[in-house]
């Protein structure tokens, strides 16, 4: 069975000061690692996917990297906008079109 | 209309009542989702529709029936819930095949009472 864990469950920072989010994953066959950003009371938005150990992907403060056990969203010199939970699912090769969630990271960047 | 929309965003009913949910995609997808999300649980799928057929149901009790007349909208009715049904129900889409991502509507605010 395909199972996600994220950590920390919460994280505080300061505006400016860097920091990652973790998502352990164990998955048969994986077709996709996904990170979405929720806002409270909002669907979760789109940010990556990735798909193969090695992989890399981009999007302004934000940098998502892929190994065959972990992926890291990398959070560089966050603003207070970037506060939000970060959630991270996997699809594997059983799961059909399921996605299976992790329970996600709160992150709260005080100014 | 753009993206995934759901309606309405907020809703309240009584244990005996019978409602629905519906969403709508503008993104072009052949596949739609219903998943619930809980207070401090990762989000649950509840079913799945591809080119309009379900291919998935996630051992949803019968409370919850699912309606999918094109690929275009899904419906969710509900019916005899209980209070731990109380959840924000979201919507998604997305290509149909199993490696393209999923975009979610904005949800609905569901109390059972």
């Known amino acids: 069975e395909d199972q996600v864990t994220q950590s920390p469950e919460a994280l505080r920072l300061q505006e400016g000061e860097s920091s990652s989010l973790n998502c352990s994953y164990t998955?048969?066959?994986?077709?996709?690692l996904f990170w979405y950003r929720q806002d409270p009371g909002k669907g979760p938005e789109f940010l990556f996917t990735?798909?193969?150990a090695g992989e890399e992907k981009e999007k302004e403060r934000l940098k998502a990297t892929l190994t065959k056990k972990e992926s890291f969203l990398h959070i560089t010199a966050p603003k207070p906008e970037d506060s939000a939970t970060y959630l991270c699912?996997?699809?594997?090769?059983?799961?059909?079109?399921?996605?299976?969630f992790g329970k996600g990271t709160s992150l709260l960047v005080t100014p | 209309e753009t993206g995934v929309t759901q309606t309405p965003r907020h809703l309240v009913m009584g244990m005996t009542n019978k409602k629905s949910l519906k969403c709508e995609q503008h993104?072009?997808?052949?596949?739609m989702y219903w998943y619930k999300q809980s207070a401090k649980k990762p989000l649950e799928l509840m079913f799945v529709?591809?080119?309009?057929?379900?291919?998935e149901n996630n051992s949803v009790p019968s409370r919850f029936s699912p309606e999918c007349p094109n690929s275009s909208h899904l419906f969710l009715h509900l019916h005899t819930l209980q209070p731990e049904d109380s959840a924000l129900y979201l919507c998604?889409?997305?290509?149909?095949?199993?490696?393209?991502?999923?975009?979610f509507g904005p949800g609905t605010r569901l109390t059972v009472t």
């Open positions: 993104l072009g997808h052949n596949a």
């Open positions: 699912a996997v699809r594997g090769s059983n799961s059909g079109y399921a996605l299976n």
């Open positions: 990735l798909y193969s």
């Open positions: 998604a889409s997305s290509h149909s095949g199993a490696s393209y991502e999923q975009y």
């Open positions: 529709y591809n080119f309009k057929e379900q291919t």
């Open positions: 998955v048969s066959g994986l077709r996709g």
